[in-house]
């Protein structure tokens, strides 16, 4: 029987590491210059709301674990697919602040009536963390142009913030239709 659930954590952790590059990819298809409003752009809002969404889901259903894989998987395939940061440096960092976030929900979202203050903080916990750790990395580096280094850390403001939570609510509406699914199939 632990076989059965090694295999199934596996495989469930690859679909979500398939599904997030895909919304990565997805993400490419729009403009990167067409934006919504200050620094958050089209491509970005589809992307990262996708993004979060599929770390909820996995985050709740898989477990905890399987966020943090997908998190980390992810966002080292997003560079190396070049859909990722230009800078390597900042890999880690979006790895670390989208594993806060599933770890996060997944350890504390296990009571339904639970689930919208765990996705709540744990969309406002990531956002805080990239929204201090980007700049910080980009100004360690020092070789960055002042105005690139701007963009990046605008990028990594309140737009995660708005995405982790269009992604949560996402999550939230889809969490309970696979619940339903799988106890009747």
């Known amino acids: 029987m632990k076989n059965h659930k090694a295999i199934r954590f596996l495989c469930e952790t690859a679909l979500g590491v398939a599904l997030v590059v895909l919304a990565q990819l997805a993400g490419k298809l729009f403009p990167a210059g067409a934006v919504v409003v200050g620094p958050l752009s089209v491509s ?25 894989c997908i998190s980390l998987f992810s966002s080292l395939l ?3 697919l070049g859909i990722g940061p230009a800078l390597v440096q900042v890999v880690p960092v979006i790895a670390c602040g989208n594993a806060i976030l599933a770890g996060l929900f997944g350890l504390s979202c ?5 689930r919208e203050l765990a996705m709540v903080g744990s969309a ?13 990395v980009i100004a360690s580096l020092g070789t960055v142009p002042a105005k690139q280094a701007a963009v990046m850390s605008a990028m990594f403001s309140w737009p995660q913030g708005v995405t982790a939570l269009i992604g949560g609510v996402l999550a939230l509406v889809i969490l309970p ?9």
């Open 44 to 68: 970005q809002l589809i992307t990262g709301s996708l993004v979060n969404c599929v770390l909820f889901v996995f985050a709740a259903q898989t477990g905890p674990l399987a966020g943090i």
């Open 78 to 80: 997003a560079f190396l």
């Open 110 to 114: 296990r009571k339904e009536w639970k």
């Open 124 to 136: 406002v916990l990531k956002c805080a963390f990239l929204w201090a750790a980007v700049p910080a």
């Open 177 to 185: 239709r696979l619940k339903k699914a799988r106890f009747n199939g």
